[in-house]
T-cell receptor, first 113, second 112 residues
Framework: DAGVTQSPTHLIKTRGQQVTLRCSPK?????VSWYQQALGQGPQFIFQ???????QRGNFPDRFSGHQYPNYSSELNVNALLLGDSALYLC????????????FGSGTQLSVL | DQQVKQNSPSLSVQEGRISILNCDYT??????FLWYKKYPAEGPTFLIS?????DKNEDGRFTVFLNKSAKHLSLHIVPSQPGDSAVYFC???????????FGTGTSLTVIP
């Protein structure tokens, strides 16, 4: 049973560029959440997708957008990258049957130069 | 606005002894709390949870205590093992919310 998979594992971009991160949820999970973890901080909620719609959004600018596909996989897009966007981006999946727990992938480490 | 706080960035404990990790929160609407463990280069892994209707939950060597009046929870690991060395995050969620609020983590080192 594959867990949550994220790609790529590492990414280097320059300021102003755009980036797309991908996530496949754990088998049987229909909800995907994205979190940003800056160095020395805890994960910060970006948004959550359910039934291909953004269900809730955290305190992140519109430069951060996402998508969920019918197979429940998801993408996180960040436009006009800033140096401060450098962080570990974590995808988490869940479902009513998972008992409210989030199952995390290993993350994508994004460096913006 | 840090609604969940872990005030101890690091903790060192001898193998076999008890590890106590603490977490404070400010939002009285939080009703579900979790602890996650994170190793380097891996995503956080669920450890144990507790709902606000309980004040204690045990799972093997791990016990979480919730003190709602103090808005405080703690994770006890007994006995501590070297493999427990990791960063521990507490997280909380409101009944109606879909987002979890995480603390900044406590790095636990268990010394053999």
């Amino acid at each position: 049973d594959a867990g949550v998979t994220q790609s790529p594992t590492h990414l280097i971009k320059t300021r102003g560029q755009q980036v797309t991160l991908r996530c496949s949820p754990k088998s049987g999970h229909d909800t995907v959440s994205w979190y940003q973890q800056a160095l020395g901080q805890g994960p910060q909620f970006i948004f959550q997708y359910y039934e291909e719609e953004e269900r809730q959004r955290g305190n992140f600018p519109d430069r951060f957008s996402g998508h969920q596909y019918p197979n429940y996989s998801s993408e996180l897009n960040v436009n006009a990258l800033l140096l401060g966007d450098s962080a570990l981006y974590l995808c988490a999946s869940s479902s009513p049957g998972s008992g409210e727990k989030l199952f995390f992938g290993s993350g994508t480490q994004l460096s913006v130069l | 606005d840090q609604q969940v706080k872990q005030n101890s960035p690091s903790l060192s404990v001898q193998e076999g002894r008890i590890s106590i990790l603490n977490c404070d929160y400010t939002n009285s609407m939080f009703d579900y709390f979790l602890w996650y463990k994170k190793y380097p280069a891996e995503g956080p892994t669920f450890l144990i949870s507790i709902s606000s209707i309980k004040d204690k939950n045990e799972d093997g060597r791990f016990t979480v205590f919730l003190n709602k009046s103090a808005k405080h929870l703690s994770l006890h690991i007994v006995p501590s093992q070297p493999g427990d060395s990791a960063v521990y995050f507490c997280a909380a969620r409101t009944f109606t919310g879909n987002q979890f609020y995480f603390g900044t983590g406590t790095s636990l080192t268990v010394i053999p």
